[in-house]
């Protein structure tokens, strides 16, 4: 894949400022300010990882959580010592209780195992239009969701796996950060990333000048899926402890108000609605809490993080629909600067 | 013989159930192109005005509460389409679809802040819930009720599409809108009317699935609405024949699972299904009734 040198010092950039702030957290922040640094690295992989294949497709997915969930449970299945999963998982199949990997096969295994589910899923995708695929990809979450409960003996069903070891690290986190970033843009500005792109603007147009739709649909849905599998196992072996739920629609609706409000079309727009909606999410989670204000004891309010994720959404779509950076990439609004200055007339 | 029958009115009230829903999104989807997310919600809201109603105004005979369940949920429909989707009319597909998901999302946070999320108990009639027995074979009243009441507003929904002129509006909106448009058609009125109407068939399904469940909930309306968006897409999305095929092949299907699953894999029965329904789009990507996915190539 050849992609522009612009492209590519855009992505590092941008990959950097991920990177000093994760130092900037490492060296100075509090026990619990870590914490969310970390929540937020991994939901801005997430988030990275769907634009992949929302951004360049235009196909609303609903369905990438579910990668994370897979991954996150073959990871905590793998990586979780015997000791533990022999009271933890005491009717487990295939003899898992009688083995534990070290975390880092573990996540190499999550990965492939989520990829060979993404390539059967991914198989039925590309065959639909845009609605019905969205409506495939609600169905794929549901799936994952309804396997994980019921498998009790594999994977604890609705009840927490616990005892997963917590190896990951901040500076693992910045790192796939960057990688993931550096990824997204690498294929969304590759020839095969504009064809997609130009496919999804025309289909009749693009594949009459010879792009192979279903094969890029595809390409961009495994790649989408490899980023949320490595996000799912980053997870997983930070906290250590994961439930059903973790992997439902709370961080699917989180997920999507990210990508739209920040423009799906772009991956520097994924990075920045991240960061605001997570700004955003804390605000409301405290205010949530019923904290005391200015003397006044305010209400109990819980629902208000659902109810500003809902607003976010409505509101991109009724003012901004194509997000707050539309389809430009932090390297563009240099490049148009430049420009600007340099006297030339840009629209 | 008696199990057959049991379970074929199993089938059928439950497909008809989720053939009322599909139909309401289909021909939402069909007039404006909206995939409306928060078709589900609108259950919810008809059961929390069924609620309110009982509670606050204490009205304690459920025969009240069914017209105000259809009711409210018509009215809303018509409020979200006036308030929520117009902005995005004539927007691509996409945008409209988020935002009826963003909608989605705040009819259940509003509910999960003003009301809780513990599920609030709404009076039913005895009848409903009552059984009426055949030679043998006990039927509840509201497995034989649901199924009349989907064959009677199918066949109103036909009679009005066909013979009024709205109706035959709505039909031609569904092939092209402007030129709908250019007859002298207010697309307003159109758009209006397939909201009502999707609010009508959802206040409907209401009513049931209260009779059913007899509390509500913030997310009641999610469950019955996916399994109503998967009926729609095995029909074919869009279709309105479809629609109402997709949801009794989806019935069918639920039923002949809980029969044929053991116990201990009962739990599984959604997966199973959206996995079968994911091979049959495999191998027919346009589900039943509807049109090829046109990727511009030749067939």
């Not at chain 1, 999963?85 to 999550?110: D, H, I, M, Q, W």
């Not at chain 1, 993404?118 to 239009?129: H, P, W």
């Not at chain 2, 018509?78 to 004539?90: D, I, N």
């Not at chain 2, 997966?271 to 079968?276: D, G, K, L, M």
Request: glycine share 10%.
């Amino acid at each position: 894949m050849m992609i522009e040198r612009r492209a590519l010092v855009g992505a590092v950039v941008l990959g950097l400022c991920i990177a000093v702030a994760g130092l900037l957290v490492w060296g100075f922040a509090a026990p619990y300010h870590q914490r969310l640094f970390f929540t937020f690295l991994v939901n801005l992989i997430a988030v990275v990882g769907l634009q992949v294949f929302m951004g360049n497709s235009d196909i609303t997915h609903f369905g990438h959580v579910g990668f994370m969930g897979i991954s996150a449970y073959v990871t905590a299945i793998l990586a979780t010592p015997v000791a533990v999963k022999r009271s933890a998982l005491a009717t487990a199949p295939f003899g898992v209780n009688t083995f534990e990997l070290s975390p880092l096969v573990a996540v190499l295994f999550a990965i492939l195992i989520t990829l060979a589910v993404a390539f059967l899923v991914g198989l039925m995708m590309v065959r639909q239009a845009g609605i019905a695929a969205t409506i495939a990809t609600v169905a794929f979450l549901v799936i994952v969701h309804v396997v994980v409960m019921n498998w009790v003996d594999l994977t604890r069903g609705p009840r927490a796996f616990y005892g997963i070891p917590p190896k990951a690290t901040i500076g693992w986190a910045v790192a796939t950060a960057f990688g993931a970033i550096v990824l997204a843009r690498a294929f969304r500005d590759s020839r095969w990333g504009l064809q997609l792109r130009a496919s999804s603007e025309d289909v009749a147009a693009a594949s009459a000048v010879g792009v192979p739709i279903r094969k890029l649909r595809f390409a961009a849905w495994m790649l989408s899926a490899f980023i949320m599998a490595v996000a799912g196992a980053l997870f997983t072996l930070f906290v250590g402890t994961i439930s059903p739920k973790s992997f439902y629609f709370d961080l699917t609706f989180l997920t999507i108000a990210m990508l739209i409000l920040g423009g799906m079309h772009s991956v520097t727009g994924a990075v920045v609605g991240c960061v605001i909606v997570t700004a955003g999410v804390e605000t409301m989670r405290f205010l949530e809490s019923g904290p005391v204000f200015a003397g006044a004891k305010l209400p109990e309010m819980f629902g208000l993080t659902g109810f500003f994720l809902g607003l976010v959404i409505v509101l991109s779509m009724a003012f901004r629909p194509s997000g707050l950076l539309g389809s430009d990439e932090i390297d563009d609004i240099w490049h148009r600067r430049r420009l600007r200055k340099a006297g030339v007339e840009v629209s | 013989m008696e199990y057959l029958l049991q379970q074929s009115m199993n089938a059928l009230s439950l497909g008809g159930e989720y053939a009322l829903l599909a139909l309401g999104l289909a021909i939402v989807f069909s007039v404006m192109g909206l995939v409306n997310f928060a078709h589900g919600d609108m259950i919810t809201f008809g059961g929390y005005a069924m609620f309110l109603v009982a509670a606050g105004m204490g009205i304690a005979n459920p025969a009240l509460l069914l017209p105000v369940g259809v009711l409210s949920v018509v009215l809303f429909a018509m409020f979200l389409e006036k308030v929520a989707f117009k902005p995005v009319r004539g927007a691509p597909p996409t945008t409209g679809m988020l935002t009826a998901f963003g909608v989605s999302i705040l009819i259940q946070n509003v509910a999960l802040i003003f009301v809780g999320t513990r599920a609030k108990s709404v009076p039913t009639m005895d009848f409903l819930i009552s059984n009426v027995t055949i030679g043998s074979v006990r039927i509840p009243v509201v497995q034989i009720l649901e199924t009349a009441v989907t064959v009677i507003a199918i066949a109103l929904l036909v009679v009005f599409l066909r013979r009024t002129t709205i109706g035959m509006a709505m039909r031609a909106a569904a092939r092209d809108v402007s030129t709908v448009r250019l007859m002298g058609v207010r697309a307003d009125r159109v758009i209006a009317t397939a909201f009502a109407i999707s609010g009508f068939l959802a206040g409907l399904a209401t009513v049931f699935v209260l009779a059913r469940r007899g509390a509500v909930d913030p997310f009641m309306g999610f469950t019955p609405v996916l399994k109503a968006f998967v009926a729609a897409v095995i029909g074919g999305f869009g279709s309105l024949p479809g629609a109402v095929i997709g949801g009794l092949v989806l019935g069918v299907a639920e039923v002949m699972m809980q029969v044929v699953l053991p116990e201990s894999m009962a739990g599984f029965r959604d997966a199973f299904i959206f996995t079968a329904v994911g091979v049959l789009l495999l191998v027919r990507p346009q589900g039943i009734l509807g049109e090829r996915p046109d990727f511009g190539e030749k067939s």
